[in-house]
């Protein structure tokens, strides 16, 4: 049944492709940039709601409450493309930080480039870094949220990956604040197998952490841990225990 069901839904998926990018892709590049993303955003709501009818998943979204009004960066951990999907319709405009290869993909990368993501070559990642703060901080001021996946790279559910700071350093340097998101669509939305899973796929928008007058460090060190422990909570995968140093050890 999974796989009659997780068929039909790719069916869905690649037919959106490419009507909603005939119908919008040659309207978009004409509207400004708010009216584009609620245009384009189209998309991510129908993909979104097709993924829970033909997949037999239940959303359970809490937190909504916690959205600021103004832009922030938004901090969420990465298991699968569905967060990718949603995550831009919690809080639009926002813009994305992702791999340069996908704005390649013929049609889907073509509506990507109209949302002004940032796009990074992941082999200088030097320069990628340089890129990040330098548009991130511009995209903030323009009055956009950012979505930042601080493991940078998809993590299976029940593994654990080191957090980058770029995220929290760009919040701190714009004064604005870190909205952290868990998640765990990974067990519903595999990211190594074409087959989908149905059950609850729960998502968590945490209060806004405050940035003024704090470090990075220290920000992302809090959204680590609140990310970590919501994990804990709406995963069925066991999280990874993480060996705290003892005491008067060397941390180095």
Known sequence: MNVLR?????VGYFLAIFVFGALLLPVAPLLALPSRYRLLNRYNH????WFRWTCGVTYRVSGREHLPPGPCV???NHQCEWETIYLQILKPPVCTVLKQELLRIPVFGWGLRLLHPIALDRSKPARAMRQV??????????GLSVLIFPEGTRVDPGQRRRY????AVIACR????????????????????????????SVVVGEPIDTVGRTP????????????????????????????????????
Not at 133 to 142: A, D, F, K, T, Y
């Open 217 to 252: 460090e220290e920000v992302l060190v809090e959204v680590e841990a609140w990310i970590e422990a919501r994990l804990a909570e709406i995963s069925e995968v066991p999280r990874p225990v993480v060996a705290k140093p003892e005491v008067g050890a060397s941390t180095s």
């Open 74 to 76: 938004i901090l969420a």
């Open 174 to 201: 714009a004064g604005v604040p870190v909205l952290p998101v868990a998640h765990n669509a990974g067990e519903r939305w595999p990211g190594r197998h074409w087959v989908k899973n149905p059950g609850v796929l």
């Open 133 to 142: 703060l330098s548009q991130g901080v511009v995209r903030l001021r323009e």
């Open 164 to 167: 980058n700071k770029s995220g």
């Open 46 to 49: 129908f993909i979104t709601a």
């Open 6 to 10: 997780s068929l039909l839904f790719y």
